[in-house]
């Protein structure tokens, strides 16, 4: 029987190699996939920080990604390329490290002559390795995100999942000479206390040593970390310091002025306090 020009038997040849062809095509791809993989994670080492940012978004862009959504692409690409995933889990956690030690830098030289960072760096790309780094739910990762403790929600979050592994590290960082560090370490350790993470820590050596440090805050020269201190004691929820938040609550001296455009006078910690005290009296509520 013929059709449109063709034999059955031609048919069946033709169906043949391209059902040969396909999965061949695709081997070829993935091999020359393979192969930019392996001159990508070569260009994270680069000494100049362009040259890193070049190769990342090269990474991203693999993974079928824009820039906009970085967990989607970086699991793609681990996906298809199972006997590239170790290597490439461990290149994207040392370019965060890369990546902290020139933010440093450049904090460094801020501190020292108030320049900031303008054209020096793309924060937008220090943003994005953190956001691949986090998609990893990677151990090894724990000090490249201490690293970038200070940059809010994607680093917090983590590290507060790693809890108990994180705890010590975490408390370490409540000694550090930066007040936006000693912060954010309070602030991951309230994270620890959600719900989420909760059942990691409530070992009571655990909470005791968390305890300790909310309190420790609370005695910091800077009134900022005193009042992540403060709203600590609360999130913890033990009433036996209910005595010292009631001192913060009546005498902290931490005071900011009205501002220009009319708000109120406001004593931070003092505020922090009342709230905590409202929120242990609502944990520790007897039923009805």
Not at 93 to 119: C, P, S, V
Not at 158 to 168: G, I, N, Q, R, V
Not at 178 to 198: G, H, K
Not at 218 to 244: C, H, Q
Request: aromatic share 6%; with cysteine.
């Amino acid at each position: 029987m013929q059709r449109a020009g063709l034999t059955i038997g031609a048919l069946s040849v033709a169906g043949t190699a391209l059902l040969l062809c396909a999965p061949v095509g695709r081997a070829e791809e993935k091999q020359t996939e393979a192969e930019e993989i392996e001159s990508i994670l070569q260009q994270f080492s680069a000494d100049q920080w362009e040259s890193r940012a070049k190769a990342f978004y090269r990474f991203v862009a693999l993974g079928r990604g824009d820039g906009s959504d970085i967990a989607s692409p970086v699991k793609r690409v681990l996906e298809e390329h199972p006997e590239q995933a170790e290597q490439i889990k461990v290149a994207l956690i040392r370019l965060l490290e890369r990546e902290n030690a020139r933010m440093e830098e450049l904090n460094l030289r801020y501190q020292k002559t108030g320049q900031k960072i303008g054209r020096d760096y793309d924060t937008d790309y220090y943003a994005n390795v953190i956001a691949a780094v986090v998609t990893l739910k990677d151990i090894r990762s724990m000090n490249a995100l201490l690293g970038a403790i200070t940059t809010g929600g994607m680093a917090m979050g983590t590290l507060a999942e790693f809890a108990p592994l994180s705890l010590d590290p975490v408390l370490a960082k409540g000694g550090d000479p930066d007040p936006l560090v000693r912060m954010s370490a309070l602030n991951v350790l309230e994270r620890m206390l959600e719900p989420t993470n909760y059942d990691k820590v409530k070992d009571a050596v655990y909470r005791s040593r968390i305890k300790e440090a909310f309190i420790r805050a609370t005695r910091d020269e800077n009134a900022v970390v005193r009042k992540v201190g403060t709203r600590g004691l609360g999130a913890l929820g033990d009433p036996d310091v209910i005595p010292l938040l009631r001192r913060l609550a009546e005498h902290d001296p931490a005071f900011l002025p009205r501002q220009a455009d009319g708000g109120k006078d406001l004593y931070i910690v003092r505020k922090a306090a009342k709230e905590a005290l409202v929120e242990l009296r609502r944990k520790t509520r007897k039923p009805d």
